[in-house]
């Protein structure tokens, strides 16, 4: 499957490797050499058991190559809407989950150091009408009773801070931006310096997953003890078919800002649906997307997919007035969200040796971090407190009315 038409300005493709052309004995087999799969065997790497990561083609060459590199704690699904969904207790536990992973992501982005170009920013988060100010608020309420890093702006201060006249914002802190594909390469670096082995244009059949052994498209078998789906968007498996679905989005990233920049350079997304999400860049350039639709198909018409990128900075000019936005890279891709607003992480039902790592919605790669570490443990045999409500086969009642329809591509 095509995840993505068009070309970012982020990608930058990074070591080859050698596809798989013997048979293979392995403790830990990763699927998908994304940013999921790298951050997944970066955390197994650890427990001193020999990992191989398996790649259909070149590493990082799929979702992870138009991601837009917004990394927030916060979900695309409120807090207090989660509270009402499955209890406040469980949603404040899955807000904790991501924002211990941001932490956990914080680590790494300053142990790869500048060649990661990974960068901690506040992040803003602001009411795009009147009416959803009061809703803003309660938000604020709920996450400050619980402790989570995060400020109240009203109008005044949010448009003296930042130049946006908004009714209010969320400034969040803890989270941050990066270049998807530099901070992959750092990571892919240093895996192979503790270890572990990659191999690219190494298909896997899913069709012949079995307790302990998988075959390549090519019949080459693999033996492991445990293997790792982590697959991005490219497969659904029959696990999670009526959780979740595909949806389009598009992205755009600019030529370099001449002029002066907004306050702190923070990230900004916004409470409409779908939503508006920009940031900027070490070259200062802007990165933003949006305008997300129900699609399971890319848009190939590249003139189509220009004029979405145009609306798109013509939306961010109107929040951040007098910038000159010159458009130079235009993409559209495909992304799944589900029906509960939540990944599917952690062990199959059926195969306890098949681990399950799939960051589906907009904190895909705070959610696969989270995932990495569930799994560790998962392997290790320990308990982990956040297994249960990302697991992938827990029950979903009904798709919500109250469920955000589009998410960032992260």
């Keep these: ?15 080859k490797f050698q596809q798989l052309d013997r048979e293979l004995k392995v403790d830990i087999l990763i699927v998908g050499g994304g940013l999921s799969g790298t951050l997944c065997a970066y955390m197994l790497s650890s427990l001193g058991q020999s990992v191989a990561v398996a790649e259909k083609g ?10 837009t590199g917004l990394l927030m704690y916060k979900s695309d699904r409120m807090l207090q809407e989660l509270a009402v ?9 899955f807000y904790r989950m991501c924002l211990e992973a941001m932490e956990q992501l914080n680590s790494i982005g300053g142990l790869l150091g500048e060649e990661a170009e990974y960068r901690l920013r506040d992040s803003i988060y602001y009411a795009s009408s009147e009416k959803d100010a009061a809703k803003l608020k309660r938000e604020y309420e709920l996450l400050s009773k619980h402790g989570f890093p995060v400020e109240y702006l009203g109008r005044d201060e949010l448009k003296e801070s930042y130049g946006m006249d908004k009714a209010c914002a969320l400034r969040a802190w803890r989270d941050a931006d990066m270049n998807p594909s530099k901070f992959l390469n750092a990571l892919v670096k240093r895996n192979v310096e503790n270890g572990v082995r990659y191999f690219e244009n190494t298909e896997i059949d899913l069709e012949s997953i079995g307790r302990d052994s998988v075959c ?7 033996s492991f003890k445990h293997m790792v789906l982590a697959t991005g968007y490219s497969a659904i498996y029959p696990l999670i078919r009526d959780k979740c679905r595909l949806t389009r989005t598009y992205a755009f990233c600019s030529e370099p800002i001449c002029g002066k920049l907004w306050g702190d350079e923070a990230m900004v997304w916004e ?7 920009f940031r900027t860049t070490a070259d200062r350039r802007i990165v933003g997307g949006g305008l997300d639709e129900e699609a399971d198909v890319l848009e190939n018409d590249p003139e189509i997919t220009a004029a979405k990128a145009e609306a798109l900075a013509e939306e961010i000019r109107a929040v951040v007035k007098q910038m000159d936005i010159k458009v130079s890279h235009a993409w559209n891709a ?10 599917f992480i952690g062990m199959d039902p059926e195969n306890p040796n098949l681990y399950y790592l799939l960051g589906f919605e907009g904190n895909g790669t705070c959610y696969s971090t989270a995932g990495s570490l569930i799994i560790r443990d998962l392997i290790q045999g320990k308990g982990n407190r956040y297994h249960e409500i990302v697991r992938p ?9 109250n ?8």
């Design 85 to 93: 969904e499955i209890g406040e207790e469980k949603a404040v536990l």
């Design 58 to 67: 070149r590493a990082g060459s799929g979702s992870t190559a138009v991601q």
């Design 216 to 222: 390549t498209v090519y019949g080459r078998q693999i």
């Design 1 to 15: 499957m095509e995840l993505y038409f068009g070309k970012s300005c982020l990608h930058e493709p990074g070591l």
């Design 393 to 401: 086969d827990r029950y979903i009642c009904t798709k919500s009315s």
């Design 334 to 343: 495909l992304f799944a969200v589900t029906e509960d607003g939540m990944p």
């Design 403 to 410: 469920a955000r329809e589009t998410a960032k591509p992260q």
């Design 271 to 277: 409470t409409k649906v779908p939503y508006l999400y």
